[in-house]
């Protein structure tokens, strides 16, 4: 039935400049930014899981963000800059929808860690003794899997409603990746019932999760507040601050894209660069704000780095041991 509805088999996607130049640029930079975010979600994966100290429900959810992050951003980056590079722009039917199937479920379980984990540091920072009866193991496999099959659920939603329209106007996604609010803007047929769903969906989840995180960092703060020693405070609002920041720029872009009227008109520059906020900056800010200035992190990653230099030395030695065996073998 979806495919007798579409009158279109592919889309043309927009690349980063018309500029042969610019394109380069732009297409260098976001790789960059890209092979940065894997690195840094990486190493927080590899000195969590190294690092028997870290576990801990806070490292937990910590190493989850970022494995979540490093498939969030493979979905959209390495192919635009690879397709913009080489002035590739065609995206089939199939590959359009799952592009937006990863995109979206990536970015519900994105927004519920968030808010997991903002849960998490309040329960930590204002009701310590509750913390190892709260925060148990059972309570963090939960929480996970419910973030899971509940942003499966909504991501198949989705997809599904919008490759039941037809697709007339046009093939041209005025987008660098496949996004759903440009492909409503392409469909011949009713998207209310599209509209819709997008703004419960944004009401319920990213709503009430801004709301919840939010209150969870105020919360957190008017506690740090009575602490007495100054710097405990400049260390609370050093933490707290960015957190909030990153949540407020990939939640309040992504709520803008996706609610802002059809009446307003948008050059497709800025629509790009919008999407850049919530499809890019998160997963290379969160290992810096999340993990990299932890302490623990750091420690643990220069234990992981000690060992991987120990081992390699070790393995060198060895050859060379073996080797000048060999040579005076010969001799």
Known sequence: MMANSTLVTEFLLEVFSETWELRILLSVLFLLVYLGSLLGNLTIIIAITLDQTLNTPMYFFLRNLSILDMCYISITVPSTCVNSLIDHRNISLGGCAAQIFFFLFCACVETLFLAIMAQDRYVAICKPLLYPVIMNHQFCIQMTLASLLSSL?????????????????????????????????????????NKLLILLTDIGLSGSCFVFIAISYIRILSTVLKIPIKGERGKAFSTCVPHIVVVSVFLISAAYMYLRPPVVTFEV???????????????????????????????????????????????????????????????
């Open 153 to 193: 659920v909504l991501a198949s939603v989705h997809t599904f409603k919008t490759f039941q329209l037809s697709f007339c106007h046009s093939n041209v996604v005025p987008q660098f990746f496949c996004d759903m609010p440009a492909l409503l803007r392409l469909s011949c047929s009713d998207t209310f019932n």
């Open 269 to 331: 520059v800025q629509e790009m660069t919008i999407s850049v906020f919530y499809t890019m900056i998160p997963p290379f800010l969160n290992p810096i704000i999340y993990s990299l200035r932890n302490k623990q992190i750091k420690e643990a990653v220069r234990k992981v780095t000690s060992q991987v230099f120990f081992i390699f030395e070790y393995k060198r030695n060895t050859y060379l041991s073996w080797y000048s065996r060999g040579k005076e073998l010969i001799k």
